[in-house]
């Protein structure tokens, strides 16, 4: 689904190269590294945020670069580390942003929109937020709500920067829980940036290994061993 | 709040939007009977008194607090959209002191172009424009909310200081006429101008409700907005120009008018808890009219002894108003 043809990433400096990578659809990545090592840059570039240096990015066999913003909308979501809330605006106006790429001129939502945002906050169990305004609820109810929004969405390409940062536990283990469930059904390709190595080796997620300047895929290492390569 | 809250809240606006009109025309100091209201349109006699006050006077003023008042909360509704900032506004950005420049060129200078009708509305419009770009290309730069407003700020002193060197090289009567357009009033139009300045008026603000997409969606800012699919270059010209369109027109025919362009919109979306764009448009149009009839009422009622000007008016119920934002915002 998503390739990584020989890309480098940055911005002055080059932070990050791949060789030939290839994500398939129905799955789920976590994107692990160190601080600063490029992540969000990495999750930035795939989504058509940030020009790569050098390389492709195609999703599809269509390259990103070559999209208008209305494709992409309609091909990549993404769910930033953190969303503050906004003043008056309700979570359910919130999740339903997300299917402002298919609304019309004047953003009229249809039933069909509607019922998408209800079984979405019913995945996330955030139904009891939906008359609530995103900027007085917690922060870890803001991050489901920004998941919402890119399930919403329905695009074949979900980012994720950090989406567990601010989430408990139990949240925690139901978000990974439900993406992979997604990719599945849905036949999604999900990419993650997370620090979580437990619980993502917990569910057997493949791993997008960013260390030394170098992002490689690993199916199967263990915490012991993705520890040593990033060190 | 519940959408038929909201309903029932546009609803009453609609009714008061009359009341206030209806006491913005008796407001007058020479009364005026309800009857002659209707035959100065109908049966205009140019040697009736009544009938040349209501035309000439009454109803002018009472266009022009309808479209500034609507006008220039709009225009502050869509910079603090824009910028993501609830203290934007046309007269914080410098959006005015671009226009009220440029008019000081216009009314100050003896430049030609500047003297005619259209140099005057253009030449306003223009300033209006570039300001607003620069502030722009500003924002890109900033990430703090305050220190954009400390840059439209000092862009308003600096303005205000070259309009100051123009002050003292002007003559009497050149420099009467800018002072008392910077006092701001809504008396400065004539009959004939209205169709003219109604129809731009009107479009604008049906432009306005083609952004309504597009502004629900900068809400969460740009950057989310642009991976929903908004090309947000296009859309941010788009913006500027009905701004300036706004703020412009409105300083050039009735002079800076300050604070109802940043303290309107907040009290709107403070009182329909919303921040869905359809219903603001209107509740901006519909609460800025009201205030500035009332507010201009209430100057009309005191005309016989003072004659107190609109900018000041507005700025002492609005400068209040924009601190008390700020203690509930920003602390």
């Known amino acids: 689904m998503i390739q990584l043809q020989e890309l480098h990433i940055g911005y002055q400096r080059e932070l990050l190269r791949t060789e030939h990578l290839f994500l398939a659809a129905g799955k789920v990545y976590a994107l692990v590294g160190r601080n600063g090592i490029g992540k969000s840059t990495l999750i930035q570039t795939m989504a058509g945020l940030q020009k790569q240096l050098a390389g492709e990015i195609t999703i599809n066999g269509q390259s990103v670069s070559s999209l208008n913003p209305q494709e992409i909308a309609e091909t990549i979501s993404l769910v930033d580390t953190r969303f503050e809330g906004v003043e008056f605006l309700k979570v359910k106006d919130y999740l339903a942003l997300g299917r402002a790429p298919y609304t019309d001129l004047f953003g009229r939502l249809g039933v069909k929109d509607w019922q998408m945002v209800e079984s979405v906050a019913s995945d996330l169990s955030i139904i009891h937020l939906l008359d609530k305004f995103t900027d007085e609820i917690s922060d870890g109810e803001r991050q489901l709500c920004a998941v919402g929004r890119a399930f919403v969405q329905e695009t074949p390409v979900i980012l994720l920067d950090e989406p567990t940062a601010f989430l408990d536990y139990i949240n925690r283990k139901k978000l990974l829980a439900l993406l992979k469930l997604l990719s599945a059904e849905k036949n999604k390709c999900i990419v993650l940036s997370t620090h979580d190595l437990d619980l993502c080796l917990d569910h057997s997620i493949p791993f997008l290994l960013a260390a030394h300047g170098e992002i490689r895929i690993h199916a199967s290492l263990s915490k012991e061993e993705i520890i040593q390569a990033m060190s | ?331």
């Open chain 2, 1 to 331: 709040m519940k959408d038929w809250s909201l309903k029932w809240m546009m609803f009453c606006l609609l009714c008061f939007l009359p009341i206030a009109m209806y006491l913005h025309l008796m407001a007058g100091q020479i009364e005026i009977s309800f009857a002659s209201f209707f035959d100065s349109f109908w049966n205009y006699d140019a040697k009736n008194t009544a009938h040349v006050l209501v035309r000439e006077f009454r109803i002018p003023r009472l266009a022009m607090a309808l479209f500034a008042g609507a006008g220039l909360s709009l225009s502050g509704m869509l910079m603090q959209t824009l910028f993501k900032n609830p203290l934007a506004g046309p007269y914080v950005l410098g959006i005015n002191s671009g226009a009220s420049l440029l008019i000081a060129l216009s009314l100050m200078t003896s430049i030609r172009f500047f003297q005619s009708n259209f140099g005057l509305i253009g030449t306003a419009l223009i300033g209006a424009f570039t300001a607003g770009l620069l502030m722009m290309a500003v924002a890109q730069r900033l990430k703090s909310q305050i220190s954009l407003l400390l840059v439209g700020l000092m862009f308003g002193s600096f303005t205000s200081a070259i309009v100051s060197i123009l002050e003292s090289f002007a003559g009497a009567e050149s420099l009467k006429s800018y002072t008392m357009w910077s006092m701001g009033s809504l008396q400065q139009v004539e009959f004939g101008q209205l169709g003219f300045i109604s129809l731009i008026f009107l479009v604008g603000i049906a432009a306005s409700f083609l952004l309504v997409k597009p502004l629900n969606m900068l809400v969460i800012g740009e950057k989310s907005a642009a991976l929903l699919g908004l090309p947000i270059k296009s859309i941010r010209m788009f913006v500027l120009m009905l701004t300036a369109l706004f703020a412009g027109l409105i300083t050039a025919f009735c002079g800076p008018i300050a604070f109802v362009g940043i303290a309107i919109p907040n009290l709107t979306r403070i009182l329909f808890q919303t921040s869905n764009h359809r219903y603001l448009i209107i509740g901006n149009c519909f609460i800025g009219a009201i205030f500035l009839l009332l507010t201009d009422a209430f100057i009309q009622v005191l005309e016989d002894q003072f004659s107190i000007p609109l900018n000041a008016i507005t700025s002492i119920i609005g400068a209040p108003f924009v601190v008390f934002l700020l203690m509930r915002k920003l602390r």
